[in-house]
């Protein structure tokens, strides 16, 4: 098992090595995406400081809605101190979601509340990145423009949307069915551990009717916050990434907003497949293709593209180990649940 994670870390260390290395220099060098980098005046500066703060706000408010109790402060640590660690350490997401289990328990939150909210904001945020392609390609189809692969991944993503979500609801909908597919998904997910040497897990049918209880109580009166604090949270992604393209030179012209939001939904979603951590190396040759076959020139898309992946990344890298370091010393929370 450990010899499998150190070829997978190392495939994924080769593909971001050939993106950055052989992919990117050849459709623009990095000199010339450098010049165009030195170009920005200080109000762009600024204007990119401004979507960068709003993105790392946005982060926590999910995390609010979902665990009641839980305040800005400690949302915004355990959300950075999470995010940042699916980039530096071998397991992505699942290494995120157990850090915040720790901390979170720490915190003083019951170990049900803090299950329930990582689930809740983990659907949430899938719908979202299943959906965002469907939106982008009617957006498109509005304005008469046709892109195959969009298509390709749109209809996939739509359909595993209507799945998660016909799934999603029709557990709520009853126990019955909620022990039902908690017992196949138990039976599925214990077949697939077993060709990686991982053991039976222990939930069950069971235990989806005890989620199922406790998410129709917290999504009673949470769902809309839930809903539009992770849009929030996702859109202010985009935000920063269009406005990488329109301060590095890309303009409407050349990319539209509907463009961008297309290029950056796709890859998105490509992205999150276990590939590299964070998606790195994959988003960017994928974002620069897109954005470069949609019309933009080589040099600033490539500038734009680097921009805003660092700008997405290392904030969230420096304040994840800043909040790893602080968030041992904030006393329990006062928990009301």
Known sequence: ?????????????????????????????????????????????????????????????????????????????????STASTYIAPGGAAVGVALSYAMLRRWGFGLAAVGLAAALTGIWNQLALLGFPAVALVLLTIK?????????????????????????????????????????????????????????????????????????????????????????????????????????????????????FAAWSLVRLLGSLPITPGGIGVVEVGMTTALVGFGGHNAEVVAAVLLYRFLSIVPTLLLGVAAGVVWRRLTPADVKI
């Open 1 to 81: 098992m450990r010899l499998r994670r150190l070829i997978a870390t190392a495939l994924g260390l080769a593909v971001a090595a050939a993106s950055f290395v052989f992919v990117l220099p050849r459709i623009a060098d990095y000199r010339s995406a450098w010049r165009v980098i030195e170009q920005l005046s200080p109000p762009q500066i600024g204007l990119l400081a401004v979507a960068v703060i709003l993105n790392l706000v946005t982060f926590a408010p999910a995390w609010m809605a979902a665990l009641p109790g839980l305040g800005f402060v400690r949302a915004f640590i355990v959300t950075q101190a």
């Open 144 to 260: 008469k423009e046709q892109n195959a692969l969009l298509q390709s991944v749109a209809l996939l993503g739509l359909v595993a949307f209507v799945v998660a979500a016909g799934v999603f609801a029709a557990a709520l909908s009853s126990a019955k069915l909620a022990r039902r597919a908690g017992d196949a998904a138990s039976r599925a997910v214990t077949r697939a551990g077993r060709l990686v040497g991982r053991r039976p897990v222990l939930w069950n049918g069971e235990s989806f009717v005890r989620f199922r209880a406790s998410a129709i109580g917290l999504l009673r009166h949470r769902w809309h916050v839930l809903t539009l604090s992770t849009l929030a949270g996702q859109l202010t992604v985009f935000l920063l990434c269009l406005v990488s393209l329109r301060v590095l030179g890309v303009s409407s012209h050349e990319v539209s907003a509907v463009e961008a």
